[in-house]
């Protein structure tokens, strides 16, 4: 069963190897993403895999932004920890990484029903300048 791997995915997700980080952190966002609840169950897990937003390597920390939209529409329970985690990404020295954050804001912003945050919108503002 998945539960079994899952412990496993954290230590990946602290390789040095930047490739083994890459491929833990593309399975867990696709885990993470699924209709499952894999965010609530392994809180733990998920923190890490948020925290890769900070990962030095662009790949892995745009790996993450792509599968914050469907975290959200799955599980909105994790909002604010997704919200958190687009704010770091507008914030990022990537301008592909700025520019993924950007879109996710917009995205929510035009879902119906979407609550996003005022101060978010203010800084995907701000990075619009």
């Not at 917009?106 to 701000?126: C, H, I, K």
Request: include cysteine.
């Amino acid at each position: 069963p998945v539960s079994e791997v899952l412990p496993s995915l954290l230590d990946d997700l602290r390789d040095e190897d930047s490739d083994v980080r890459s491929k833990a952190a593309s399975l867990l966002g696709k885990l993470f993403s699924s209709r499952f609840s894999y965010c609530t169950s392994n809180p733990d897990l998920f923190t890490a895999w948020l925290g890769r937003i900070h990962d030095k390597v662009a790949v892995i920390r745009s790996s993450v932004l792509k599968c914050c939209k469907d975290i959200m529409e799955n599980h909105s329970s994790t909002s604010q920890r997704i919200f958190e985690t687009v704010r770091f990404a507008l914030q990022d020295s990537d301008d592909k990484i700025r520019k993924q954050g950007l879109e996710f804001v917009f995205s929510q912003l035009s879902s119906q029903g979407a609550v996003v945050p005022t101060s978010l919108v203010e800084d995907a503002g701000r990075r619009m300048r």
